[in-house]
């Protein structure tokens, strides 16, 4: 597996919320035993490592059985959380989000400036659907391959699919705008 991680955030919380909000989720992993500290941590793979339960994360008809059950390979490469102006975005494939009205793609030149735009002022950019019309801010253009501003984020780096229920259970945790991408190296 080549390095990649799912990276989660809130679109609209300030920098004291949002740092608040990653380490509340920290708490709730470490509390569900997901995650644990880690022994060895380091700046790529985080501070945390799985816990005695972190299969509970993860679908399992997604992984090998291997996987897990020897001991040998795991799940995931650690847990990292970053705080500060930031932007989240797939490194290897950035897309440009579908319209969340008809589906069309928006060109990857007009993400790239609008993300750009917003990261220099931190001031959330309104995009318009080339096709349809729409007008919205872009964090409500949900695409796992695009990219947004955020203060804070917690990833899962080299990781395995989350499970459905897990990864929805978070992202309700995380806020009333709360985002998700997936970044590969």
Sequence with gaps: ???????????DADER???QLIYAQ?????DREIIAHSERPDEFHGTYREGPRSVDAFDAASIPDSIGASGEQMLFGGVR??????VSHNIDGFEGPPCPVCGSWM?????????????????????????????DLLGNWPHKFAGYANYAS???????????????????????????VCVRL
Aim: aromatic share 12%; glycine share 6%.
């Design 1 to 11: 597996m080549s390095d990649n991680w799912i990276e989660f955030f809130s679109l």
């Design 17 to 19: 919320e949002a740092a």
């Design 26 to 30: 920290v708490q709730w992993l470490l």
């Design 81 to 86: 959380v970053e705080h500060g102006w930031q």
């Design 107 to 135: 060109a990857i030149d007009v993400a790239g400036d609008a993300l750009r735009r917003w990261y220099m002022s931190r001031v959330e950019p309104e995009v318009n659907c080339a096709s349809c019309g729409q007008a």
């Design 154 to 180: 917690l990833s899962f780096v080299n990781s395995w699919p989350l499970a459905p229920h897990f990864e929805r259970e978070l992202l309700e945790r995380i806020g009333r705008r709360p985002g998700v």
